[in-house]
């Protein structure tokens, strides 16, 4: 088998044997045909190589079309078209339509820069016209680039720039509108559609790497780009317009600072003359734009129409970003709030911050306290991380850009003290009127009980007068650990009443004269929160109608914010024609507004059928998380299944060492969910809603078909189902199976491996892997029954196109992977024996290998068969020598015949999982 054809016929009929034994396995069967026809020749790494290119190559184009499908139309024209059908009746309408933000969108760096760059731009160009997608999307794999922070940063900048640009052309588009419309009043008009943000150098929560002088660094590099584009926008209006100079003038003075904080200062005198020539008075250190939108719209109201639109385009995205690309997010968890606020008021630590005591001890410390000045010598030497967030906060907002607000996101937030003690630190550094602390809900035990902590929170006097100050309340929801805590579904569903109960503890203490920001944080891929269903079930399924209305219905305006995480994210806005579409769908559906008087969906009327149901999956989700064999089958490889796409480590930082007893607390949400995809069952989104429906299918189903949010649940659960397959999960057992490896041979047909499979199969006897993916199988497959059972009662609102096709590449590009997995696990146990050092034996190197952790083995391989050894001639020394008398080649056969062929099966495998990641939609 040498072709793609050959392998999904052969995997075709392999099926048909599914009818006539269970207990069949296609997709591992399929593996060992290709791994005799390997281990004896008939085909080669090179073979198997050009099979994945094709495979890939599909998975490149199924990734064009779905990024078009979801964003149709795509054509500027056609999206010019659509917004222009959103101007509003009369001049009051427009304000009200264009005034306020329909979306703020954060631009994060979440780990998922899956795609090479040369690949990314051939998946967003094919996606960017109607035009038929062909083979141009599959460019050839490139070498991965080292993913940095600076990359991450860039990539943002690059995604937020053409964002900008779209919201610009909005802007402009809208303005004429109004021109035409209301002649006489237009110019009052201030648009502001959108507002962009990004944490891209600011998150610290789970890392070390980034020092407070980095974070200063981005910022002044983003107010010298946003500065750079303000120019050329205001120079294609008028190439001698008199703001041009204060605008060049800034310009270079932040490109100066810029690369001042650019540079390493972790020593006193560097730091010293970086911050002094930073916070020293200039006449080209701009502050703010407040004068120069000012002036701006004071010059479009005498000028003519056109050059109005432009002026006043201009100063919406001053206003919008301010003298930055956007807006910025610091991020921290609240272990390190907690330590900072001891200081203050528990040195000895003998105080429980959600007592009755430590409240009371926090208001009145906010009473009292007196804001302090600092400087960077003071942010420099802080050692706690959280207070170093607020100085450098302060620092960024006393000289750097003194409009735009920070948020400061609090990770597992679940004490209202935890709100106090950010608010304490705001106003000891005199940030609390530009910082809008916000807590992160999305651990098990935050959804549970966010409840009561809203009610506590907003009852606190001095919490709502920093609300009234700010205007607003911001909440943050997390998508892809609650999912992986919960289950998806019901993650949905608990993150939906904890936003509904802040609509009601806003309306129950009188803050419904400010603004509720909800930002919900969710991925690209479906086990994180992205619905598959198109751009409406995207923006609804982490803001439900249903949580709308109760916001609509009290009064209260509402701030949806969503998150474009890492590459996959940026995806949308990788081209100026997806950007515009991007934004003009979230435009078009408006997520901020929704029918006050629209019927109440019976989704939330039967809660007697809706709630168990949510229960019951969750419980099933959470016996998943909870079990050993769950926890030992992700676990079984590592992160050897998945490509390095992110300069955050996927594991805590806290359990390094802890790599032979891996369990899941270890793993983060993105690559728990990437390892689901690999395995090929998305267990935390479909797991659980068969079983939830045992005795009381009909019901469950009646109201599942006739809810518009049970619909919407369904479709996520079919398009998950469509892509998954048990089989695949027990295949991977199979590799570890002690049988398997000491049948192989048994009949003569590969003797020459005979060696080799007996020492894999001596080495396996203790292995459990085997048991643990049958059992694991075993529990799905049961699972499994019964949501087919509920799903032939639902009508198929949206079948998958093409399901049979992608099943089929998925599955055979599984098959590969599990023949190079053979093929490494032969070629590891065939290299021959050598001695003990630096504490690593042969059988450490073998568990390397079986748990994929292979950059690790070929270390050790190469340092025990060097090929290159000094020479005499790297000597100089005058005595002579007749030793040595040999060619000395070192161990160059080994390298040849038993490593390379490792490390490039591995490196194949790894192109697998990208294929995969790229038919599931997304990474991780």
């Given at each position: 088998?040498?072709?793609?054809?050959?392998?999904?016929?052969r995997?075709s009929?392999?099926?048909?044997?599914t009818?006539e034994?269970?207990?069949f396995?296609?997709?591992?069967?399929l593996?060992l045909?290709l791994?005799?026809?390997?281990?004896?020749?008939?085909?080669?790494?090179?073979d198997?190589?050009r099979?994945?290119?094709?495979?890939?190559?599909?998975?490149?184009?199924?990734?064009?079309?779905?990024?078009?499908?979801n964003?149709?139309?795509?054509?500027p024209?056609?999206?010019?078209a659509?917004?222009a059908?959103?101007?509003?009746?009369?001049?009051?309408?427009?304000?009200?339509?264009w005034?306020?933000?329909?979306?703020?969108?954060?631009?994060?760096?979440?780990?998922t820069?899956?795609?090479?760059p040369?690949?990314?731009?051939?998946v967003?160009?094919s996606?960017?016209?109607?035009?038929?997608?062909?083979?141009?999307?599959?460019?050839?794999?490139?070498?991965?680039?080292?993913?940095?922070?600076?990359y991450?940063?860039?990539?943002?900048?690059?995604?937020?720039?053409?964002?900008?640009?779209?919201?610009d052309?909005?802007?402009?588009?809208?303005?004429g509108?109004a021109?035409?419309?209301?002649?006489?009043?237009?110019?009052?008009?201030?648009?502001?559609?959108?507002?962009?943000?990004?944490?891209?150098?600011?998150?610290?929560?789970g890392?070390?790497?980034?020092?407070?002088?980095?974070?200063?660094?981005?910022?002044?590099?983003?107010?010298?780009q946003?500065?750079?584009?303000?120019?050329?926008t205001?120079?294609?209006?008028?190439?001698?317009?008199?703001?041009?100079?204060?605008?060049?003038?800034?310009?270079?003075?932040?490109?100066?600072?810029?690369?001042?904080?650019?540079?390493?200062?972790?020593?006193p005198?560097?730091?010293?003359?970086a911050?002094?020539?930073?916070?020293?008075?200039?006449?080209?250190?701009?502050?703010?734009?407040?004068?120069?939108?000012?002036?701006?719209?004071?010059e479009?109201?005498?000028?003519?129409?056109?050059?109005?639109?432009?002026?006043?385009?201009l100063a919406?995205?001053?206003?919008?970003?301010?003298?930055?690309?956007?807006?910025?997010?610091f991020?921290?968890?609240?272990?390190?709030?907690?330590?900072?606020?001891?200081?203050?008021?528990?040195?000895?630590?003998?105080?429980?911050?959600?007592?009755?005591?430590?409240?009371?001890?926090?208001?009145?410390?906010?009473?009292?306290?007196?804001?302090?000045?600092?400087?960077?010598?003071?942010?420099?030497?802080?050692?706690?991380?959280?207070?170093?967030?607020?100085?450098?906060?302060?620092?960024?907002?006393?000289?750097?850009?003194?409009?735009?607000p920070?948020r400061?996101?609090?990770?597992?937030?679940e004490?209202?003290?935890?709100?106090l003690?950010?608010?304490?630190?705001?106003?000891?550094?005199?940030?609390?009127?530009?910082?809008?602390?916000?807590p992160?809900?999305?651990?098990?035990?935050?959804?549970?009980?966010?409840g009561?902590?809203?009610?506590?929170?907003?009852?606190?006097?001095?919490?709502?007068?920093?609300?009234?100050?700010?205007?607003?309340i911001?909440?943050?929801?997390?998508f892809s650990?609650?999912?992986?805590?919960v289950?998806?579904?019901?993650?949905?569903?608990?993150?939906?009443?904890?936003q509904?109960?802040?609509?009601t503890?806003?309306k129950?203490?009188?803050?419904t004269d400010?603004?509720?920001?909800?930002?919900?944080?969710?991925?690209?891929?479906m086990?994180?929160?992205?619905?598959?269903?198109?751009?409406?079930?995207?923006?609804?399924?982490?803001l439900?109608?249903?949580?709308?209305?109760?916001?609509?219905?009290?009064?209260?305006?509402?701030?949806?914010?969503v998150?474009f995480?890492?590459?996959?994210?940026?995806?949308?806005?990788?081209?100026?024609?997806l950007a515009l579409?991007?934004?003009?769908?979230i435009?078009?559906l408006d997520?901020?507004?929704?029918?006050?008087?629209a019927?109440t969906?019976q989704?939330?009327?039967?809660?007697d059928?809706?709630?168990?149901?949510?229960?019951?999956?969750?419980?099933?989700?959470r016996d998943h998380?909870?079990s050993?064999?769950?926890?030992r089958a992700?676990?079984?490889?590592?992160?050897?299944?998945?490509?390095?796409?992110?300069?955050?480590?996927?594991r805590?930082?806290?359990?390094?060492?802890?790599?032979?007893?891996?369990?899941?607390?270890?793993?983060r949400?993105?690559?728990?969910n990437?390892?689901?995809?690999?395995?090929?069952?998305p267990?935390?989104?479909?797991?659980?809603i068969?079983?939830?429906?045992d005795?009381?299918?009909?019901?469950?189903?009646a109201?599942?078909?006739e809810?518009?949010?049970?619909?919407?649940?369904?479709?996520l659960?079919r398009?998950?189902?469509?892509?998954?397959s048990?089989?695949?999960?027990?295949?991977?057992?199979?590799?570890?199976?002690?049988?398997?490896?000491?049948?192989?041979?048994?009949?003569?047909?590969?003797?020459?491996?005979?060696?080799?499979?007996?020492t894999l199969a001596?080495y396996?006897?203790?292995?459990?892997?085997?048991?643990?993916?049958?059992?694991?199988a075993?529990?799905?497959?049961?699972d499994?029954?019964k949501?087919?059972?509920?799903?032939?009662?639902?009508?198929?609102?949206a079948p998958?196109?093409d399901?049979?096709?992608?099943?089929?590449?998925?599955?055979?590009?599984?098959?590969?992977r599990l023949?190079?997995?053979?093929?490494m696990?032969?070629k590891?146990?065939?290299?021959p024996?050598?001695?003990?050092?630096?504490?690593?034996?042969?059988?450490?190197?073998?568990?390397?290998?079986?748990?994929?952790?292979i950059d690790?083995?070929?270390?050790?391989?190469?340092?025990?068969?060097?090929?290159?050894?000094?020479?005499?001639?790297?000597?100089?020394?005058?005595?002579?020598?007749?030793y040595?008398?040999?060619?000395g080649?070192?161990?160059?056969?080994?390298?040849?015949?038993?490593?390379?062929?490792?490390?490039?099966?591995?490196?194949?495998?790894?192109?697998?999982s990208?294929?995969?990641?790229?038919?599931?939609?997304?990474?991780g």
């Amino acid at each position: 088998m040498k072709s793609v054809a050959d392998l999904t016929k052969r995997l075709s009929e392999l099926h048909q044997q599914t009818r006539e034994t269970p207990l069949f396995n296609p997709v591992f069967q399929l593996s060992l045909d290709l791994s005799r026809e390997l281990e004896s020749q008939k085909i080669s790494l090179d073979d198997i190589e050009r099979m994945i290119a094709e495979l890939e190559c599909g998975s490149l184009k199924s990734r064009a079309g779905r990024l078009r499908s979801n964003l149709a139309p795509i054509s500027p024209e056609a999206n010019d078209a659509a917004l222009a059908e959103l101007g509003g009746d009369d001049f009051d309408a427009f304000r009200a339509r264009w005034e306020n933000p329909g979306l703020h969108a954060v631009f994060t760096a979440h780990p998922t820069f899956l795609l090479t760059p040369e690949q990314t731009a051939a998946v967003a160009q094919s996606a960017s016209s109607d035009a038929e997608i062909t083979d141009d999307t599959c460019v050839a794999t490139s070498e991965r680039p080292t993913i940095s922070l600076s990359y991450e940063h860039d990539r943002a900048m690059q995604a937020i720039a053409h964002a900008q640009d779209a919201r610009d052309r909005i802007v402009s588009n809208a303005l004429g509108q109004a021109a035409e419309a209301f002649p006489s009043k237009w110019y009052e008009a201030k648009p502001l559609p959108f507002r962009f943000a990004s944490w891209v150098g600011y998150d610290m929560d789970g890392r070390t790497d980034i020092k407070w002088f980095d974070s200063i660094g981005f910022r002044l590099s983003e107010k010298a780009q946003r500065l750079e584009r303000y120019v050329s926008t205001l120079q294609a209006i008028d190439d001698a317009h008199p703001l041009l100079e204060t605008l060049r003038n800034a310009l270079s003075y932040s490109q100066d600072r810029a690369a001042d904080f650019g540079e390493d200062l972790s020593e006193p005198a560097a730091l010293s003359k970086a911050a002094n020539t930073l916070t020293a008075d200039h006449p080209h250190k701009l502050l703010s734009l407040a004068p120069v939108i000012e002036l701006l719209e004071a010059e479009a109201v005498g000028s003519d129409t056109q050059r109005a639109i432009g002026l006043k385009t201009l100063a919406a995205a001053m206003r919008a970003d301010g003298l930055g690309m956007g807006w910025i997010h610091f991020r921290v968890n609240s272990s390190q709030l907690h330590n900072a606020i001891r200081r203050r008021i528990d040195p000895d630590n003998t105080l429980d911050l959600g007592s009755k005591g430590a409240m009371a001890t926090l208001r009145e410390l906010l009473e009292k306290v007196q804001p302090l000045r600092s400087n960077f010598a003071a942010l420099a030497i802080e050692s706690s991380t959280a207070i170093r967030q607020f100085l450098a906060m302060a620092q960024i907002i006393q000289h750097v850009d003194g409009d735009a607000p920070i948020r400061m996101l609090i990770a597992e937030c679940e004490q209202p003290s935890t709100i106090l003690a950010a608010l304490y630190f705001s106003k000891l550094f005199g940030i609390e009127d530009m910082v809008d602390v916000s807590p992160l809900f999305e651990t098990e035990s935050a959804l549970e009980h966010g409840g009561r902590f809203l009610d506590a929170l907003l009852a606190e006097p001095i919490y709502q007068e920093y609300a009234r100050g700010r205007g607003r309340i911001a909440i943050q929801t997390g998508f892809s650990d609650a999912g992986r805590f919960v289950g998806q579904i019901p993650a949905s569903l608990a993150i939906e009443r904890l936003q509904g109960r802040l609509a009601t503890a806003m309306k129950d203490n009188g803050l419904t004269d400010v603004a509720a920001l909800i930002f919900n944080t969710h991925g690209e891929s479906m086990g994180r929160g992205a619905h598959p269903g198109g751009f409406a079930d995207r923006l609804a399924w982490p803001l439900s109608p249903w949580t709308r209305r109760r916001f609509v219905r009290a009064g209260i305006r509402l701030e949806p914010e969503v998150s474009f995480q890492g590459g996959d994210g940026y995806l949308h806005f990788a081209t100026p024609e997806l950007a515009l579409a991007t934004l003009t769908r979230i435009a078009t559906l408006d997520p901020a507004h929704t029918d006050p008087d629209a019927p109440t969906d019976q989704f939330y009327r039967r809660t007697d059928l809706s709630l168990d149901f949510y229960r019951a999956v969750r419980k099933h989700q959470r016996d998943h998380l909870e079990s050993q064999t769950y926890s030992r089958a992700l676990t079984a490889f590592g992160l050897g299944l998945l490509n390095s796409t992110g300069s955050r480590v996927s594991r805590r930082q806290s359990d390094l060492s802890a790599d032979r007893d891996m369990n899941l607390r270890q793993i983060r949400a993105i690559p728990h969910n990437a390892i689901l995809q690999q395995l090929g069952y998305p267990i935390n989104i479909i797991s659980g809603i068969g079983s939830a429906a045992d005795g009381n299918y009909e019901d469950l189903a009646a109201l599942l078909t006739e809810s518009e949010r049970g619909k919407q649940l369904i479709r996520l659960v079919r398009a998950s189902n469509a892509l998954a397959s048990i089989k695949t999960v027990a295949a991977f057992g199979e590799l570890f199976n002690s049988a398997y490896w000491a049948s192989r041979p048994y009949r003569g047909t590969e003797s020459h491996l005979s060696d080799a499979c007996e020492t894999l199969a001596e080495y396996l006897t203790k292995d459990d892997r085997t048991g643990v993916f049958r059992r694991l199988a075993s529990r799905l497959r049961v699972d499994a029954l019964k949501l087919h059972r509920l799903l032939d009662m639902i009508p198929d609102e949206a079948p998958l196109d093409d399901r049979e096709n992608i099943r089929r590449s998925i599955g055979a590009l599984q098959a590969l992977r599990l023949t190079l997995l053979q093929h490494m696990f032969l070629k590891a146990v065939s290299i021959p024996a050598f001695s003990r050092a630096n504490d690593i034996s042969r059988n450490d190197v073998l568990e390397m290998v079986f748990t994929l952790r292979i950059d690790d083995a070929l270390a050790q391989l190469r340092r025990a068969y060097p090929t290159s050894f000094p020479g005499l001639d790297n000597f100089s020394v005058d005595e002579p020598s007749d030793y040595p008398d040999g060619a000395g080649e070192g161990y160059t056969a080994i390298q040849r015949d038993y490593i390379d062929p490792l490390e490039r099966a591995y490196q194949l495998s790894l192109r697998i999982s990208t294929a995969i990641a790229n038919q599931f939609g997304a990474h991780g």
